[in-house]
T-cell receptor, first 114, second 112 residues
Framework: DQQVKQNSPSLSVQEGRISILNCDYTNSMFDYFLWYKKYPAEGPTFLISISSIKDKNEDGRFTVFLNKSAKHLSLHIVPSQPGDSAVYFCAARGINNAGNMLTFGGGTRLMVKP | EAQVTQNPRYLITVTGKKLTVTCSQNMNHEYMSWYRQDPGLGLRQIYYSMNVEVTDKGDVPEGYKVSRKEKRNFPLILESPSPNQTSLYFC???????????FGSGTRLTVV
């Protein structure tokens, strides 16, 4: 059973609008969450992260929101640009491991149309 | 340039023929890890290593071996590959104080 789920396999957004990518998790022991971005034929690259003691973290156009009671996090991209078109993975780390076990969601393909 | 280098990028092999995918990082990272990516399943951890001669199983270790004889290298070994190991493989590394892994560009393996 997947502990981290991204229920939308794809998302299409117009350039300049907001992109919202969602991620749900089931394990209450997760204490740190990350978003990765992946272009075709490249490895994932780290985008932004959030600790479970926070509910929001911002970095330029990217903001991650964490709702611990709902076990839900989301990535907001504002404004969306065509170069943001990629697959986005959310990942979570458990409290009781050495940090090597990142559990990933299945990914959401974002397409930003000019 | 700080990077994780995997080789080969693409590999087609036959069932049962032993193969090794190499991984090297130039960032002096202690932690290294192997993941496989399959459609709808995201990235699943195969093995990880916290330092030289220290390795442990991830979520899906069956059919794989690893070794960590030097800090910079972390090869993935498939002793007897099977078609269900057809996948996209990523090597990654990080330092202890940083939760974000740096990933290699991937190795697309096809076992026929």
């Amino acid at each position: 059973d997947q502990q981290v789920k991204q229920n939308s396999p794809s998302l299409s957004v117009q350039e300049g609008r907001i992109s919202i990518l969602n991620c749900d998790y089931t394990n209450s022991m997760f204490d740190y969450f990350l978003w990765y971005k992946k272009y075709p034929a490249e490895g994932p690259t780290f985008l932004i992260s959030i600790s479970s003691i926070k509910d929001k973290n911002e970095d330029g156009r990217f903001t991650v929101f964490l709702n611990k009671s709902a076990k839900h996090l989301s990535l907001h991209i504002v404004p969306s640009q065509p170069g943001d078109s990629a697959v986005y993975f959310c990942a979570a780390r458990g409290i009781n491991n050495a940090g090597n076990m990142l559990t990933f969601g299945g990914g959401t393909r974002l397409m930003v149309k000019p | 340039e700080a990077q994780v280098t995997q080789n080969p990028r693409y590999l087609i092999t036959v069932t049962g023929k032993k193969l090794t995918v190499t991984c090297s990082q130039n960032m002096n990272h202690e932690y290294m890890s192997w993941y496989r990516q399959d459609p709808g399943l995201g990235l699943r951890q195969i093995y990880y290593s916290m330092n030289v001669e220290v390795t442990d199983k991830g979520d899906v270790p069956e059919g794989y071996k690893v070794s960590r004889k030097e800090k910079r290298n972390f090869p993935l070994i498939l002793e007897s590959p099977s078609p269900n190991q057809t996948s996209l493989y990523f090597c990654a590394s990080r330092s202890p104080g940083n939760y974000g892994y740096t990933f290699g560009s991937g190795t697309r393996l096809t076992v026929v």
